[in-house]
């Protein structure tokens, strides 16, 4: 099993539209999570952290269930420049090391 | 804002050679960390560094080696460039516990 694991879609979605994605990690002892948007091509940049009590960015909603471990990102009001793959970060505690998924790509389609 | 920037954004190398790829952070941050990506298997750890001279493997360092002299710097050295190093090696720094922040990148092929 992963040690994070997402659905790579792609999920396509016509714009306005709310769109949810989930992810799931293997470690009860991780202390860190964060969700980043990739885009074609470029480096991996930070969306958002991902706080106990859920934390909210605009039109970008995430949560953090730690009893079923799992993360999830909502987006409302999808816009065609949300076109990207979203990954999923996870940082157990003790460790330095960042674990990665391979990401859930989106497609807002006009 | 945080500035990590990569010595080259594309580089084509030969079987055999020796390469650096280096790294810079601007933000006085102590971890660093170098990456390849490739399609279908997300970011794969290849060293990383907490300090000045320290350094951990991440889950592939095989056929790499690091260096950081200076906290601001983190090289990324292929020993004997072959073509299964043929990725995109991107670089990232961050403060202790907190999120990352990642270089433009550097495409790599080897032929």
């Known amino acids: 099993r992963k040690e994070v694991e997402q659905d790579p879609g792609p999920f396509n979605v016509p714009e306005g539209a709310t769109v949810a994605f989930n992810c799931t990690y293997s470690n009860s002892a991780s202390q860190s999570f964060f969700w980043y948007r990739q885009d074609c091509r470029k480096e991996p940049k930070l969306l958002m952290s991902v706080y106990s009590s859920g934390n909210e960015d605009g039109r970008f909603t995430a949560q953090l269930n730690r009893a079923s471990q799992y993360i999830s990102l909502l987006i409302r009001d999808s816009k065609l420049s949300d076109s990207a793959t979203y990954l999923c970060v996870v940082k157990p505690s003790g460790t330095y090391k960042y674990i990665f998924g391979t990401g859930t790509r989106l497609k807002v389609l006009a | 804002d945080v500035k990590v920037t990569q010595s080259s954004r594309y580089l084509v190398k030969r079987t055999g050679e020796k390469v650096f790829l280096e790294c810079v952070q601007d933000?006085?941050?102590?971890?660093m960390f170098w990456y390849r990506q490739d399609p279908g298997l997300g970011l794969r750890l290849i060293y990383f560094?907490?300090?000045?001279?320290?350094?951990e493997k991440g889950d592939i360092p095989e056929g790499y080696s690091v260096s950081r002299e200076k906290k601001e710097r983190f090289s990324l050295i292929l020993e004997s460039a072959s073509t299964n190093q043929t990725s995109m090696y991107l670089c990232a720094s961050s403060p202790d516990r907190f999120e990352q922040y990642f270089g433009p990148g550097t495409r790599l092929t080897v032929t």
């Open positions: 560094s907490y300090d000045v001279k320290m350094k």
């Open positions: 933000m006085d941050h102590e971890n």
